[in-house]
């Protein structure tokens, strides 16, 4: 049981650049969900999904957009990299709404 | 709009003693969450402890327990006998029970941090 997988680790984008952060859980939880966390900062939302097919803008979408085609997979995809996009990224999962998330080791995007 | 506060950036302690670290939320909802979570170097977030707005009791693991005081709107984590493993960055979290609409998707949210050191 892997949990909450993220690739990649570390990834260094240039201005204008796109490129898609994966995510993945083996709890087949329908809850998943897309922090980022600036320098000294809790996380903020981006976006969330409640099920397959099924996602929402969380506080902080412009400029990503993200996909739900299986439970296990939720993808996060940024179109047109800009600075204000360094950060760490966090995908999470949870069975329920009133149970625990579970977090992936984080992606950490600078770009320049 | 709810709001999560920690007031202190920076903690110490000594090893083996004991340390509280604050936090203060503010909403208008009477059900709700509040969660500790520890974020050392590595990056990873565990979840330290959680509590039920709707339970009076104080809720403890182990060395770690919280003093919840729902009419102040505050949630403070102790850490007693506290080891050098207890080192790193500590989150408080708000989680709503229901959004305005009457549903709740689980949004966590979090407050700016406390980065405890650990002095052996």
């Known amino acids: 049981n892997a949990g909450v997988t993220q690739t990649p680790k570390f990834r260094i984008l240039k201005i204008g650049q796109s490129m898609t952060l994966q995510c993945a859980q083996d709890?087949?939880?329908?809850?998943m969900y897309w922090y980022r966390q600036d320098p000294g900062m809790g996380l903020k939302l981006i976006y969330y999904?409640?099920?397959?097919?099924?996602?929402d803008k969380g506080e902080v979408p412009n400029g990503y957009n993200v996909s739900r085609s299986t439970t296990e997979d939720f993808p996060l995809r940024l179109e047109l990299a800009a600075p204000s996009q360094t950060s760490v990224y966090f995908c999470?999962?949870?069975?329920?709404?009133?149970?625990?998330?579970?977090f992936g080791p984080g992606t950490r995007l600078t770009v320049l | 709009a709810q709001t999560v506060t920690q007031s202190q950036p920076e903690m110490s302690v000594q090893e083996a003693e004991t340390v509280t670290l604050s936090c203060t939320y503010d909403?208008?909802?009477?059900?709700?969450?509040l969660f500790w979570y520890k974020q050392p170097p590595s990056r990873q977030m565990i979840l330290v402890i959680r509590?039920?707005?709707?339970?009076?009791q104080n809720a403890t693991e182990n060395r770690f327990s919280v003093n919840f005081q729902k009419a102040a709107k505050s949630f403070s984590l102790k850490i007693s006998d506290s080891q050098l493993g207890d080192a790193a960055m500590y989150f408080c979290?708000?989680?709503?029970?229901?959004?305005?609409?009457?549903?709740?998707?689980?949004?966590?949210?979090f407050g700016q941090g406390t980065i405890l050191t650990v002095h052996p």
């Open positions: 999470a999962s949870s069975s329920g709404l009133s149970n625990e998330q579970f």
């Open positions: 709890m087949n939880h329908n809850y």
């Open positions: 999904s409640v099920g397959a097919g099924i996602t």
């Open positions: 909403t208008s909802e009477s059900d709700y969450y």
């Open positions: 509590q039920e707005a709707y339970k009076q």
């Open positions: 979290a708000y989680r709503a029970w229901k959004n305005a609409g009457g549903t709740s998707y689980g949004k966590l949210t």
